[in-house]
């Protein structure tokens, strides 16, 4: 069973804790803080992608987590993906089909990887997380999608006229 709204910002607040991540928080932030979390680099790489199957795709491999991402995917919709894969992670899920589907000559040459082959094996990950994990996972990315947009917003009125926002803390509104 998928965890409820409340547990999973439960669960975001806690592990905001434990990232040292302070709002407003933006893209750039909070996949540097899973990178020192996790302790190894994370790799977000737009692929060619099957556009009726999977937009994006979590692969832990031995030495550093590579996130595929719809190469089509731009702004808001690229986001929302890398947040939906960063919820698998956070969450704990673990993908099951990968193991056998990656090799390390195939992360070796991912960048030349047919996309016929890609497709398929995108469309197995798609079914690859145990029951309710899907449901988490999109709700959970949603969730951090909101957080990101907001100190994104945030940090680029800040950086556009530092007055205004310093003048909008003050007053404890924006
Ligand atoms: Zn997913």
Excluded: N
Excluded at 59 to 71: A, G, H, R
């Amino acid at each position: 069973m998928a965890a409820s709204a409340r547990q999973l910002r439960k669960h975001w607040s806690e592990m905001r804790g434990r990232l040292s991540l302070e709002p407003p928080v933006t893209e750039v932030q909070l996949l540097s803080a899973v990178e020192k979390l996790r302790e190894r680099p994370l790799i977000i790489a737009p692929v060619e992608m099957d556009s009726q199957g999977a937009c994006g795709w979590w692969v832990p491999l031995p030495s550093f987590d590579l996130v595929l991402v719809d190469e089509q995917a731009s702004g808001p919709r690229r986001l929302a993906i890398i947040l939906h894969e960063l919820g698998h992670m956070l969450l704990g899920h673990t993908p099951r089909a990968v193991g056998s589907l990656v090799s390390p000559q195939w992360v070796a040459d991912f960048d030349l990887l047919p996309a016929s082959l890609l497709q398929g094996a995108t469309g197995l990950a798609r079914s690859s997380y145990a029951d309710g994990a899907e449901e988490e996972a999109e709700r959970y990315g949603t969730m951090l999608f909101g957080q990101i947009s907001e100190g994104e917003r945030q940090v680029a009125d800040q950086a556009a006229d530092p007055m205004l926002a310093l003048l909008r803390d003050s007053l404890g509104c924006g």
